[in-house]
């Protein structure tokens, strides 16, 4: 019912930005909020940014003043740009939105396919 599709991952020096983007489509009615993960080689999946529909934005500590979360509603795509990358923002990015879908009571969460992003020394 809903598809979310990522795109802007790649290869980037430190110090270098990467900007990534996620598109969803299918038959949304709303969407609650959207949200980008990440999960570094070997470890656990994490959360590094949220914007809720009003607005609100949340920032895990480690990319703090580094990394923005943006939301294009007409489009129903968000955005992650990451500025300063280090090599330990290493990791596949995954977006994830919670969307309500046309005839739906409720919000169901989707998930992309994930965006490799590798940040060399």
């Known amino acids: 019912q809903v598809q979310l599709v990522e795109s802007g991952g790649g290869l980037v020096q430190a110090g270098g930005s990467l900007r990534l983007s996620c598109a969803a489509s299918g038959n949304i009615f709303s969407i609650s909020a959207m949200a980008w993960y990440r999960q570094p080689p070997g470890k656990q999946r994490e959360l590094v940014a949220s914007?809720?529909?009003?607005?609100?934005?949340n920032y895990a500590d480690s990319v703090k003043g580094r990394f923005t979360i943006l939301r294009d509603d007409a489009k129903n795509t968000v955005y992650l740009q990451m500025n300063m990358l280090k090599p330990e923002d290493t990791a596949v990015y995954y977006c994830?939105?919670?969307?309500?879908?046309?005839?739906?009571?409720?919000?169901?969460?989707?998930w992309g396919q994930g965006a490799q992003v590798t940040v060399s020394s």
């Open positions: 994830t939105v919670e969307a309500q879908t046309d005839g739906s009571l409720w919000y169901d969460d989707y």
């Open positions: 914007i809720t529909i009003a607005g609100s934005t």
